[in-house]
C-alpha cells in the first residue's frame, strides 16, 4: 500500500502541474510603443496603464521605449524595433507616409495640438508678434509655420533657430519662441520672466497630437493587439488624469530628470485646457478622430503643399475604424 501510495505521488504532481499551467493560458503577448521625447506627463496615460496592469488586463505584455532629439522613431518602427511609435502630431505622420513608410495613425490622445508660441507680456495675440523675431525649430517649417505665416502675414525673416535653450528669449524682449503648453512655460514661469502663452489650436490649427501610429502591415496582421493597445491606453489616461501617482513614478525611473514640480505642473495644463478630455472626446471618448478633423489636417498639408495628394491618400494615413470602436468616456 505504501509503495502504490508512493508511486501515485509524482503521477499527481505531474497531473496538477499540467493542469495548472494549461489553466495559465496563452502568455501575454509583447507589444512594444515608443514615444517621441524623454519620458514626461505628456506621455502618462501609456505609463500608467503599465503601473496599474491595464494592459496586462487586455492580455499584452507592453514596453515602452523613450524617443529623444536624436530618435527617428519611424524609422526604427519600419526596422521592427517598435510595434507603434507616438506621433507629435497627426500631420507629421502623413508626411512621414509621403515619405515612403507605410505608416496608419489610429488614434489621437491630445484633441488639440499643445504647440505654442511664447511671448513677453506686451504681446497679447498672434498679430502683435509681426515685426518680432521668433524662434523655431527647423521642423516647425513642414507644420504649423506655413500656417501661421498664411493666417498671420509673418516672414521667413522673422524667424531664428530655435535650440530648445530658453535663455535667448529671456535676453531678448522683442522675441518669442516655440513651446508645448505643458513644458516651456513652466521653465519661463521658473526663471521669474513674465510671459504670455498663445496656443494654435485656439485660432484654429486643425493638428491632433500624441498619435499611436503604426506600420500597416502591423494594424492588418496584429488588429487584435493594435485594438487591445489603443483600449488599454486610453483606460490608461482616464485612470492617469484621476491619479496621476502611479505613472509619474515610472515616468521619473525612466527619466530622472522630471521633476514632481514639472508634472504637476504639466497634468494640471492637461486638465485646464481639456486636452484629452474636451473636444469630440467628451462624448465619443478618448482617443477619438473625426472624419471631419483629419480632412482638415490632411487638406492644410496639401493647402500648404507640405504633402502631394497624388504620392499620399487620406485615406491610406489614417484608419478610425479601431478607436470608433473603443469609448472610453472622460
Not at 495559465?24 to 506627463?41: P, S
Request: include cysteine; proline fraction near 4%; charge should be positive.
Amino acid at each position: 500500500m505504501m509503495k502504490t501510495a508512493r508511486f501515485l505521488k509524482p503521477l499527481t504532481c505531474a497531473a496538477m502541474l499540467a493542469c495548472g499551467l494549461s489553466g495559465l493560458g496563452h502568455a501575454d503577448e509583447k507589444f512594444v510603443y515608443m514615444t517621441n521625447w524623454y519620458a514626461q506627463a505628456e506621455h502618462g496615460g501609456f505609463y500608467q496603464a503599465v503601473a496599474t496592469g491595464l494592459y496586462k488586463k487586455h492580455g499584452l505584455d507592453v514596453s515602452i521605449k523613450m524617443g529623444g532629439p536624436q530618435v527617428n522613431i519611424t524609422q526604427m518602427m519600419a526596422a521592427g524595433q517598435a510595434d507603434c511609435v507616438m506621433g507629435s502630431s497627426d500631420l507629421q505622420m502623413v508626411q512621414m507616409r509621403e515619405g515612403g513608410v507605410p505608416v496608419t495613425t489610429v488614434a489621437a490622445v491630445f484633441q488639440k495640438d499643445p504647440q505654442v508660441l511664447i511671448a513677453h507680456e506686451d504681446v497679447k495675440r498672434f498679430e502683435d508678434l509681426k515685426g518680432k523675431t521668433i524662434l523655431i525649430a527647423a521642423s516647425a517649417q513642414r507644420g504649423y509655420w506655413p500656417w501661421l505665416k498664411a493666417k498671420y502675414g509673418f516672414t521667413d525673416s522673422q524667424t531664428r533657430p530655435y535650440t530648445f535653450n530658453i535663455q535667448p528669449f529671456l535676453v531678448d524682449k522683442n522675441s518669442a519662441q516655440q513651446g508645448y503648453l505643458t513644458s516651456e512655460p513652466f521653465a519661463i514661469q521658473k526663471a521669474g520672466v513674465k510671459a504670455n502663452t498663445l496656443m494654435f489650436s485656439d485660432q484654429g490649427f486643425p493638428a491632433y497630437a500624441t498619435t499611436i501610429s503604426c506600420m500597416d502591415k502591423t494594424v492588418k496582421e496584429r488588429s487584435k493587439a493594435v485594438q487591445a493597445f489603443v483600449t488599454a491606453s486610453m483606460e490608461g489616461w482616464k485612470s492617469y488624469l484621476a491619479d496621476p501617482a502611479p505613472a509619474n513614478a515610472l515616468i521619473k525611473k525612466d527619466n530622472p530628470n522630471m521633476t514632481d514640480e514639472q508634472l504637476a505642473y504639466s497634468v494640471g495644463k492637461l486638465k485646464e485646457m481639456n486636452m484629452v478630455a474636451g473636444g469630440d472626446a467628451a462624448r465619443l471618448g478618448i482617443g477619438v478622430m473625426t472624419d471631419a478633423r483629419v480632412k482638415a489636417s490632411y487638406d492644410f498639408l496639401v493647402s500648404a503643399r507640405l504633402i502631394d495628394p497624388a504620392k499620399v491618400k487620406q485615406a491610406d494615413a489614417y484608419n478610425l475604424s479601431l478607436i470608433q470602436n473603443i469609448k472610453v468616456l472622460p
